[in-house]
C-alpha cells in the first residue's frame, strides 16, 4: 500500500490512547539498581549537483510512501515508556529503506550551521551530547495568557510575522513599533520584515542547570532542536547566560522535515565526525529515527517537580556512555531499540 503521508487522515488521537500502568524506562530502573555565534553556512556544504538532486528525490520519494500518523511525544511521558516504543518502532521500522543521508544532500539543511563546530569537534577528544531542548530540557508555555508566578522565569524573543513558521500557537504575539531596539533600521524600513515579539512561560526540567554544568566537563555540549532560532537562542539565553556549557546549536532548519510531519535530526549533519562519539536525548523517539543507536530517549517533561530524568540521564552517560568505545553499542545493550526494529521487520515479511 501507498499512499502520500501528506494526505492522510489522523486515524486515532494521541489523548484518545489509554495508558498503561507504570512501566518506568530503563534509565530510572538502571538508576535505581546502580551506584552510579557566530552563524553562517558551513564551508564544506554541498552544491545541489544533478547526482544530489535526483538523491533528494529518491528521499522523497521513500518518504512519500510512509502510512502512519507518527505518535505525539506528549504519549512518552512515565509510566507509558512500553506503550510509547510499541507504538512508535514500527513506524522506524517502516522507515528502513530512507537514506536520510541523501536529504542532507539539500543545501538549505546547512542554515544557521555554527561557523566553528568542525573545528571545535575535530580538535576535541571528547564525545559530543546532543541535547533536545523542549520537553528534554524545559517545557514552554505558549498560553495567550499565563500566570507569570507559576513559571520558572519568563521569556521573550522576536519572530518575524509568519505564525506557522514557529508551529505554536501563537496568539501572544503583538506588534511592536519599528523604533523597537531589537529591530534593525534597515528592517524596519522594510513592512514585510516586521516583528512580532512573544513572551512565554518556562518550566525548568528539575537539575537542568546542575546538569549541563557537569556534561559540558565531560562532553562537547551542543543543543539540536526542532525548534525555530528565534525562540531557541532566547530559551538557551536563559540557560546559558554566560555560553559556558552549550558550544554549538542546531535549529528546525538543520531537522530533515518528512511529509510536514516529523523532523529528523540527522546526525551526519555534523560531517567528518564519528557516529561511535555522537549521542543526542530526545524525548522524541522519531528525531533520531536516521541513526536509531545514537539515541538516548528521556521521557517528556512537562510541569513535574519530581522528575527526575535528568539525573537518570546523567547516570547513564558517565557509567556508560563516557567509558565506552563506541556509544551504539552501548545504547543498543541498553536500549535494544534496533533489535526490536530487526524483529519487527523480519516479522513483517
Ligand atoms: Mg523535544
Sequence with gaps: MSMQCLNKKRTSSCDELLLKPSHSSPLARERSNSSINNIKPISNSPNPTKKSKSNLKKFEKEVSKLNFFPIGSNENVAGNYEQYLSQTLPHIAQMKDIKFDYALE??????????????????????????DLD???????????????????????????????????????????DNESEITDEESKDDSKQKVLNTVGIFLRPGVK??????????????????????????????DPE???????????????????????NLNIIKNIPLKKVVLVDNNIYSFAAQINNGILINSFYTDKNDNELLNVLSYLNNYILPSDDVREVNENFFGFKKIVNDIISNSI
Design 106 to 131: 539539500s543545501p538549505l539543511l546547512y542554515e544557521y550551521f555554527p561557523k566553528n563546530i568542525l573545528e571545535l569537534i575535530v580538535s576535541s577528544n571528547k564525545k559530543i551530547l546532543l541535547l
Design 243 to 265: 555560553n559556558k556549557y552549550i558550544k554549538f546549536r542546531l535549529y528546525r532548519n538543520n531537522c530533515i522535515n518528512v511529509c510536514d510531519l516529523l523532523r529528523v535530526k
Design 210 to 239: 546542575k546538569f549541563l554544568e557537569e556534561v559540558s566537563e565531560n562532553f562537547e555540549v551542543g543543543i539540536f532542536t526542532a525548534s525555530v532560532p528565534e525562540y531557541a537562542d532566547a530559551a538557551i539565553k536563559y540557560l
Design 135 to 177: 520537553e528534554t530540557l524545559i517545557h514552554t508555555d505558549f498560553e495567550e495568557e499565563f500566570d507569570e508566578d507559576k513559571y520558572d522565569a519568563k521569556i521573550s524573543f522576536y519572530s518575524e510575522n509568519k505564525e506557522n513558521e514557529l508551529n505554536r500557537n501563537f496568539k501572544l504575539g503583538k506588534y511592536e513599533n
